[in-house]
């Protein structure tokens, strides 16, 4: 059984910083894409960033030279920092791994979710 859980959430004031980590377990042979998605009250969840297993990057306009995706493939994780942050960056932010494929099936695979909060 896969599972993916994320860490790294909190309470900043605007301008600063978090570091939110992912990481994925169970019988994993290999993940093709993870990323990050986040849901503000009231609003449609949405990409914030995404990154493929070549290392292709993919960000949100809203998010672009603030946030940087990483990944550690050895470690099935994957790491969102976030810069600079805005009010409106405050969400619940998903850990997204995509094309999962384990020992007994490929899939999609979601974490439960860790708040951000940025203070104005």
């Known amino acids: 059984q896969v599972q993916v859980v994320e860490s790294g959430g909190g309470l900043v004031q605007a301008g600063g910083s978090l570091r939110l980590s992912c990481a994925a377990s169970?019988?994993?042979?290999?993940?093709?894409?993870m990323g990050w998605y986040r849901q503000a009250p009231g609003k449609q969840r949405e990409l914030v960033a995404a990154i493929s297993s070549d290392g292709s990057t993919n960000y949100a306009d809203s998010v672009k030279g603030r946030f940087t995706i990483s990944r550690d493939n050895a470690k099935n994780s994957v790491y969102l920092q976030m810069n600079s942050l805005k009010p409106e960056d405050t969400a619940v932010y998903y850990c997204?791994?995509?094309?999962?494929?384990?020992?007994?099936?490929?899939?999609?695979?979601w974490g439960q979710g860790t708040q951000v909060t940025v203070s104005s």
């Open positions: 997204n791994a995509n094309g999962v494929l384990s020992s007994t099936r490929l899939g999609n695979y």
């Open positions: 169970g019988r994993i042979f290999s993940i093709n894409a």
